[in-house]
C-alpha cells in the first residue's frame, strides 16, 4: 500500500513509519521539521516531505490507498486536530480512496459504571489543566467525524496512558475504555501502530472508532 | 457594521441583503454568480464579490464585524454545509470578531412530546428523498458547532415551512420546532433577515442556535 502519515515524527508517527516501513509498505512521511524527518530510519520505500497538512489537496491525497492522520500540536491549538479532521474530510467527500485513520485520544471513550466519557475524569485532575484541551478537542474530532457517511474514515483511540514503546500483545474494543487483567490502561505506540496497519489490511471497523489496549 | 453575506443570491441571502441595507449596514454580498449578484437592489452601501466561499480567508474574514452564512446548494452536495462552516471556523480560530452566523434547517430542532428530532420525521416522508440530504447535512452542520467554543458563532433555524415573503411579527425559540397558534410551522426569508440583524445587532444568543417562526 501507499501510506501517507501526517505527524510522521511524533510518538505515534514514528512508530507508524517503522511498522509500515517492516511490512513492506509505500511510505510518505509528512512533518513540519526537516530536522526531525531526518532521525527516521533509512529505507528506500521511504518519502520524508515537508508539507503543511492543512495545506494538502484532494489531488496530494488520493495519490495514496491509505492517509494516516498522527497530528500532535501544542494544547494552546488543540482545535487544530479538530481543523485538520475537518479540512481531509472535506478534500475526500464521495470517496472511498484513500482510507483515512485518525488517531485519537483516550478521552472520548466512555468508563464507570455509569458509561461517562473518560474526558470527564481527565477534567477533574487539576494535574491535567495543561493539557486537557487535547482530549477535549480530539473528542469533538470524533463528534465531527460520526457525522460523516461519505468517506472511508476510521477512528483508533488508545488506552489511559498511551506511551513510547514496542507493540506487546493486545486487546481491542470499541468504545469502553480498556485496561488489561493487572488494572493497567495503557497502549504503547507500537502496539497503536500494529492495530492500524492490520486495520488498513483488513479492514474491520466502518465509519467508525475502535480501541486498542496493551493486554 | 459592515456585514458580509454568503449565498447573498438565495432565498435567505437576498432578504438579507435587503434588510442589511435597509437598516444602513454596509453589505457585501457573495455569490457564485455574476448574473444573480447584478439583480440585487443597487446601493452605495452594498459591494458585490464573486467568490468561491471556500477559498475565504482569515483576512478575508477579519475585514467585516459580521459573517452570515446563507450558503445554499444542491441536495446530492449537501455534505457543503458541514464543510463550509468547518471552513470559517478554521479561519477565525480564537477570534470574537467577526460574529459567524449560520442558517440552519428546521430539521436539527425537536418535535413532538418525546422531542425527537424533525429531521427525523422528514425522512420518513417519500417525498422529501430528493433533499432529505440538505436537513441531515444541516444537523451535522449544528452538531459540529456545538463543539466550538473559541469563535463567536450563533445558527439560527426556521420554522418547518421556510419561505420567501416579507418580514412579519415572529416568535422565537431555542431549540423546539415552532408553530403559530393556527398550527402553522413557517418562517418566512424576511422574518429570518430581521431576527438574525436584531440578533447581530444586540447579541442575545452565544455559541448556540435559536429557532425563528412567523406568528
Same mark, same amino acid.
Given at each position: ?58 489531488? +496530494? ?39 483515512? &485513520? ?23 485532575? #487539576? ?38 514503546? #514496542? ?7 470499541? +468504545?469502553?475504555?480498556? &485496561? ?36
Amino acid at each position: 500500500m501507499k501510506i501517507l502519515i501526517i505527524g510522521a515524527t511524533g510518538m505515534a508517527g514514528s512508530a507508524l513509519v517503522t511498522e509500515a516501513l517492516g511490512r513492506g509498505h509505500q511510505v510518505t512521511a509528512l512533518a513540519r521539521s526537516t530536522e526531525k524527518l531526518a532521525q527516521l530510519p533509512t529505507n528506500d520505500q521511504l518519502t520524508t516531505k515537508v508539507q503543511d497538512a492543512f495545506a494538502l489537496t484532494t489531488a +496530494d491525497l488520493t495519490a495514496y490507498d491509505a492517509v494516516i492522520d498522527a497530528f500532535a500540536t501544542a494544547p494552546a491549538q488543540a482545535y487544530r486536530h479538530v481543523d485538520l479532521a475537518t479540512h481531509l474530510v472535506a478534500q475526500l467527500r464521495d470517496t472511498t480512496t484513500p482510507r483515512l &485513520a485518525f488517531i485519537l485520544g483516550a478521552g472520548s471513550l466512555t468508563t464507570g459504571t455509569d458509561h461517562h466519557l473518560f474526558v470527564r475524569d481527565i477534567e477533574q485532575d #487539576p494535574q491535567a489543566a495543561a493539557f486537557v484541551s487535547v482530549p477535549q478537542n480530539q473528542l469533538a474530532e470524533l463528534t465531527f467525524l460520526r457525522t460523516v457517511t461519505n468517506v472511508n474514515w476510521v477512528g483508533v483511540s488508545p488506552a489511559a496512558n498511551f506511551h513510547p514503546g #514496542p507493540a506487546v500483545p493486545a486487546i481491542q474494543g470499541t +468504545d469502553e475504555l480498556l &485496561a488489561n487483567a493487572q488494572g493497567t490502561s495503557g497502549t504503547s505506540a507500537g502496539t497503536m501502530a500494529v492495530a492500524i496497519l492490520d486495520e488498513l489490511t483488513t479492514p474491520k471497523h466502518h465509519q467508525t472508532r475502535f480501541t486498542v489496549a496493551d493486554r
